[in-house]
């Protein structure tokens, strides 16, 4: 399957319930205010943080390429009484039809891309789409390995229907000189006596600090600034056009 594809059926569907992390909006509503509207976030999948700016009143759109997580965003924006527009895209082939003077993506979610030459075709997507004076905020991060303990324990949730949801690790690769740790992941779903279990591989790839920055300047984008945080592996770039 292609990697972009790994959000999609039941991945989809038991994401909202066992989703481990939510982003925290407010770096991003603050990023928005600061480099402008309109804005767009990429990867916005099910609608966090997007759904939480526009009840901000914040000029954001947003862009996944699963289209399951899209009706879910759809689904909770009409839920909340909010309006949204989001696109069905692959942020690799990105081709809409604003620009935009904050382009961003919440939490690490281009570390989702399998390989160099995906992120540069998403750098200039990028490119492209950035209004005069835009920027755009790339957070990266370099994965752990999962430790061994973990492998084979399930998380547990339980879905609106009462169905009984689990997602766990069957094994996992890491290739330090390809960057990319490769993560086998079973979804699973029980109900009434009904099972689903469905195995997914999860690709992340993760960059040096010089080698993310001289793929954006390849797609025409300087980093205007870079943040790390002391201790950690994350990265978040702030990127401009380099003309
Ligand atoms: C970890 S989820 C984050 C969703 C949401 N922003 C959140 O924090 O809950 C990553 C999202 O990125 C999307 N995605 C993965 N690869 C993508 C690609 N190549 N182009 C566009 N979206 C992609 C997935 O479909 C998924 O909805």
Redesign the pocket.
């Known amino acids: 399957m292609n990697?972009?594809d790994?959000?999609t059926g039941i991945v989809a569907e038991l994401y909202g319930p066992l989703?481990s992390v939510a982003?925290d909006p407010e770096p991003y509503a603050a990023f928005v205010q600061e480099a402008g509207s309109p804005a767009l976030?990429?990867?916005?999948?099910?609608g966090?943080p997007l759904l939480d700016l526009r009840r901000r009143g914040l000029d954001v759109e947003g862009?996944?390429?699963?289209a399951d997580?899209l009706d879910r965003c759809r689904r909770r924006a009409w839920k909340q009484g909010v309006d949204v527009d989001v696109y069905h895209?692959?942020?690799?082939a990105l081709d809409l039809p604003r620009r935009y003077r904050a382009i961003f993506l919440?939490?690490p979610?281009f570390n989702?891309?399998p390989d160099d030459s995906t992120a540069l075709a998403a750098l200039h997507g990028i490119r492209n789409h950035l209004a005069v004076g835009g920027t755009a905020l790339v957070p990266l991060f370099v994965p752990s390995p999962t430790p061994a303990e973990q492998i084979g324990r399930a998380r547990t949730a339980t879905a609106d229907d009462g169905a009984e949801l689990r997602v766990s690790v069957l094994s996992e690769e890491r290739s330090d000189s390809a960057r990319t740790q490769t993560t086998v992941l079973r979804y699973e779903r029980y109900r009434d006596g009904e099972s689903t279990i469905v195995d997914r591989p999860w690709v992340l790839h993760w960059y040096t600090r010089s080698g993310f920055e001289g793929l954006a300047a390849a797609a025409g984008l300087i980093a205007v600034s870079v943040l790390e945080t002391p201790g950690a592996s994350d990265l978040q770039f702030q990127l401009q056009a380099a003309d």
């Open positions: 990697p972009a790994f959000y989703k982003q976030e990429l990867g916005c999948g099910d966090d862009v996944d390429a699963s997580m895209q692959r942020m690799e919440a939490g979610t989702l891309l």
